[in-house]
Nanobody, 126 residues
Framework: QVQLVESGGGLVQTGGSLRLSCAARGRTFSSYVMAWFRQAPGKEREFVAGISWAGTRTLYADSVKGRFTISRDKDNNTRYLQMNSLKPEDTAVYYC???????????????????WGQGTQVTVSS
């Protein structure tokens, strides 16, 4: 059983920063891709950012380009989402997702990902 454990959410003012972490625990993957999604109340879950196993491929939603950065640690056990210049419209529950069917390519749709974290709330006050 694989578990994705997220941390780092919270309340921040407009223009502030937060860093989310997602650690894979339990049965380890040989390799996997990981992405961050978010879901605001009354809205569908949307892609935010994704990263390949080696970190050589990253993709971002247009709404967060230049403000968010997805990365991995050197031991390849944890993925991060650094969020800068936060806006009220970034308020949502953020989820990390992973899939071990690929080490490089990934879909931007949540239905493609097999493993999910429990979600962490990010609230940006105006």
């Amino acid at each position: 059983q694989v578990q994705l454990v997220e941390s780092g959410g919270g309340l921040v003012q407009t223009g502030g920063s937060l860093r989310l972490s997602c650690a894979a625990r339990g049965r380890t993957f040989s390799s996997y891709v990981m992405a961050w999604f978010r879901q605001a109340p009354g809205k569908e879950r949307e892609f935010v950012a994704g990263i390949s196993w080696a970190g050589t491929r990253t993709l971002y939603a247009d709404s967060v380009k230049g403000r968010f950065t997805i990365s991995r640690d050197k031991d390849n056990n944890t993925r991060y989402l650094q969020m800068n210049s936060l806006k009220p419209e970034d308020t949502a529950v953020y989820y990390c997702a992973a899939d071990d069917r690929s080490s490089y390519h990934f879909s931007l749709t949540p239905q493609w990902f097999h493993y999910w974290g429990q979600g962490t709330q990010v609230t940006v006050s105006s």
